[in-house]
């Protein structure tokens, strides 16, 4: 891997737990518009699932912050810890070449190289096709 | 004053020639027009932290905000950490990569803060971009912020069925675009191209690759639409795509200054 970003992490979260990631996203986050990222764009699964994905570019650093305690950031300090926890507790990240289907019951987010044309093979991975809400 | 070998030049009636150096489009806001130059070929003006205080350095980086050449200020970011294009040189020619999702995309609204984009009751405006062709998806949206059907827009997309415009949506696409749809225009095969939309008083011009591609009469004068608060830059929905440049001012600029500024940003989408 080259580059200060080198990672992708496509996060698939199933549409009952949104609000969870979302905040779970603002703590992981650096501004308070980040607890509105998921939401936006969509995909489903073959039995008709609907997930909000996001696909952040990211840092060795942020992936190891996955294993750091959540605590509110101080932008913002209500931010709903056990929310987030719920959220943290669902979420799986396995390198593309191992991905695991996305499912209802859990977060399955797949790690793969920062290159301009990651989507496709991300949702391929991930069994999901694109989906509009 | 400019030396020629060990000869000094001085200008006639005495002080010193002004120094002239490469054309950049920044020159053509020297009047205080509004509007917004985005060139996302210098990473000078790119930044990886929404707040613009991290400079992007290397390929790949992701940008999420970029600061606006125009002195306008009219800077977009990205709408949250997660989802911004990235600085890539992956297309041989550099510039911000947008991927296939909807809320990957620059823009500027209330939120952000900046000035506005001063284009109100301007009887000219000069639309331009560098940038390959990407889907059905507006590649550049600029409008008033005003959700629903009164909306104005400044719409610049790659696809067919609606072309460049410059419009009033809420009286219709036909009766008030500056430019209409022109299906010579459809191309998402990835390949790179300039597009430049003018309104000069009533005619409306629409260029490709620097080559003048329709025209058009009869438009309001002054325009009356305002386009004003939020520009929004995306690439996506689709295949996804590079934006090379962005360059909108408040003015039907003229022949040679729009030669200078096509032909800056061929050289930005590598035709030049």
Request: proline share 6%.
């Amino acid at each position: 891997m080259t580059g200060r970003f080198p990672y992708r992490v496509f996060i698939p979260v199933p549409q009952a737990s949104i609000d969870d990631a979302n905040q779970l996203a603002l703590c992981l986050g650096a501004v308070p518009a980040d607890g509105q990222t998921f939401g936006h764009d969509w995909a489903q699964d073959a039995a008709g699932n609907l997930y909000s994905w996001a696909a952040p570019v990211v840092t060795s650093e942020w992936l190891a912050a996955l294993s750091a305690p959540i605590v509110a950031p101080s932008f913002a300090p209500d931010a709903d810890l056990a929310a987030a926890s719920r959220a943290a507790a669902l979420l799986e990240i396995h390198p593309i070449a191992a991905a695991v289907p996305a499912a209802p019951d859990r977060v399955c987010a797949i790690l793969s190289a920062n290159v301009p044309n990651y989507l496709a093979a991300n949702l391929a991975a991930a069994g999901l096709t694109p989906a509009q809400i | 004053m400019i030396r020629q070998g060990s000869a000094i030049l001085r200008p006639k009636g005495g002080g010193a020639f002004r120094a002239r150096g490469p054309f950049t489009p920044a020159r053509l806001f020297g009047g205080g027009q509004g509007g917004i130059f985005l060139d996302f070929a210098d990473l000078s003006t790119l930044y990886t932290d929404l707040a613009g205080t991290v400079p992007a350095t290397a390929d790949t980086d992701p940008i999420r905000y970029v600061a606006d050449l125009s002195g306008t200020g009219n800077h977009l970011n990205s709408m949250f950490t997660s989802t911004s294009p990235i600085y890539s040189e992956a297309g041989g020619q550099p510039g911000a990569f947008f991927s296939a999702g909807t809320s990957e995309r620059l823009l500027r609204n209330a939120s952000y803060g900046g000035a506005p984009l001063g284009l109100s009751g301007v009887n000219g405006i000069t639309i331009a971009a560098a940038f390959t062709s990407a889907s059905t998806s507006p590649l550049l949206r600029a409008h008033d912020g005003a959700v629903g059907s009164a909306n104005d827009y400044i719409d610049l997309l790659s696809s067919a069925g609606n072309g460049c415009s410059i419009r009033n949506y809420s009286a219709g696409f036909a009766a008030n675009r500056a430019t209409v749809n022109n299906s010579g225009f459809s191309d998402t095969t990835g390949a790179p191209f300039v597009v430049v939309m003018q309104k000069d008083a009533t005619e409306g011009r629409h260029y490709r690759n620097g080559v003048l591609i329709e025209t058009d009469t009869g438009l309001a004068d002054p325009w009356a639409a305002n386009f004003n608060s939020i520009i929004d830059l995306r690439n996506g929905a689709g295949i996804g795509g590079f934006v090379f440049s962005l360059f909108i001012i408040a003015e039907a600029i003229g022949p040679a200054a729009l030669d200078d500024l096509t032909g800056f940003l061929m050289g930005r989408a590598g035709l030049a």
